[in-house]
């Protein structure tokens, strides 16, 4: 089967097609439209500019998904849709798209969870491979890491999803942003805080780095907390400016925005790695999968990876690839691909009336999929 989707759920805007057959996801043509030069400026996305953009975009971005697949409407099975969660006037672009063409093309229609997109993510083969991806196997816990969204899920079977733990307060890629903020670093922070860190490991040994503390590391459950991380950052900031008779304005040392940036990636990094591993072995797990946009970071990619080999050496580590990490509409029908299987006949048939039914929903919920 042939999946178009589309994902506007917050400063991307994305369409995709791929095939789906035996079992084997395809990409055919996945094309992205980046708002980050125009969010940066602001120092974060701004919800009606982002509605704004993928209004100019979505038409652009559809007609070159749809030439690069080299594909016509009459032979597209199914379109799928980030419903939710995200900005609602980001979300209601996509959707009204969405529901735009499944209406006139007459095809069902499925609304997806930007998260089971991200999780999905992990099925898609590297951009270019000849041979398909190992697929993780059941049961999994996923560790997902977003600028919205920090949770271990305990996946049993395809589209089925427990959340066993969840922040308190911040999401990782939420206290990656806040942090390069602190630090005088743009937006998105992640990759700058990243990229900070790297070059402070190049140069020094890890141990003689500044410490900050890890959050609920012994709080005994799967949640966690990152806005104390933060909290300790702005505090480093204010002494370091005190005792360098510094004004809030003046530019930090690249020197101390390198230290600030390796402790805070480590701190992060250290309390992520170590609860996931506790997971997997308490759910006696298959497979360990890592999703969303900080999945992107290196350093949390290597060092999950060379923990769960050590500790648990029987349990394949799955890690999507660069391509699909950030926001992308792959993913999206990918997911779609996998709950379009699970559904009974009453099910799909349901989704020809998606053109009314898929709703924007900015507070949409992994509970209740
Ligand atoms: O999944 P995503 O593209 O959008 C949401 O669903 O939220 O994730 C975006 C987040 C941002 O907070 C960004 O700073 C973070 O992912 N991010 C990273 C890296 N690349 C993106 N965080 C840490 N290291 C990175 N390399
Ligand atoms: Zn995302």
């Known amino acids: 089967m042939k999946i ?35 969010h940066r400026q602001w120092g974060g996305v701004v919800p009606n500019l982002a509605g704004r953009e993928h209004t100019k ?18 032979d597209i099975d199914l379109i799928a849709v980030t419903s939710g ?27 997806i969870h930007h998260i089971e997109g991200h999780i999905y993510a992990n ?17 999994l816990i996923g560790l997902i890491v977003s600028g919205g969204h920090t949770q271990l899920v305990l996946m049993k079977d395809h589209i089925t999803y ?49 410490e900050l503390p890890r959050p ?20 480093a900031v204010r002494a370091y400016q005190k005792d360098h008779s510094l004004t809030k304005d003046d530019t930090l040392p690249q020197e101390f925005v390198d230290e600030i940036s390796f402790a805070f990636q480590q701190a992060v990094v250290d309390v992520l790695v170590a609860k996931t591993l506790t997971a997997a072995r308490e759910h006696n797990v298959r497979s360990v999968i890592l999703a969303g946009g900080v999945s992107a970071n290196t350093q949390l990619r290597e060092i999950l990876g060379t923990t769960l080999r050590e500790a648990l050496p029987d349990v394949s580590y799955h890690i999507p690839d660069m391509d699909y990490c950030l926001d992308n509409a792959a993913m999206i029908a990918a997911a779609a691909a996998f709950r379009w299987h699970t559904m009974s006949d ?20 992994m509970s209740s999929l």
């Open 346 to 365: 009453a099910q799909k048939i349901d989704t020809r009336d998606g053109w009314k039914n898929v709703v924007a929903n900015p507070n949409m919920k």
């Open 216 to 235: 609920m590391l012994h709080s005994g459950d799967y949640n966690f907390s990152f806005s104390g991380i933060k909290t300790a950052v702005l505090y």
């Open 4 to 38: 178009l989707a589309i994902e506007t759920s917050c400063d991307e805007t994305a369409a995709s097609v791929i095939s789906f057959d035996d079992g084997i996801l395809n990409v055919q043509s996945s094309i992205i439209s980046s708002q980050v030069e125009l």
């Open 162 to 210: 427990e959340i066993i733990g969840e922040t308190q307060d911040d999401a990782v890629g939420e206290a990656f942003d806040k942090v390069a903020r602190l630090l005088g670093l743009s937006y998105p922070g992640g990759p700058e805080v990243s990229a900070r860190a790297l070059a402070y490991e190049k140069s020094h040994a890890p141990d003689a780095a500044f």
């Open 85 to 111: 969660p995200g900005l609602i006037p980001a979300l209601l672009i996509g959707t009204a798209a969405a529901k735009t063409l499944a209406f006139s093309w007459d095809k069902p229609l499925l609304g």
């Open 57 to 74: 975009n979505i038409i652009p971005v559809l007609t070159e998904t749809l030439e690069n697949a080299s594909i016509s409407p009459e």
């Open 123 to 139: 099925w898609l083969s590297p951009t270019g491979s000849e041979t398909a991806v190992v697929p993780p196997q059941f049961p």
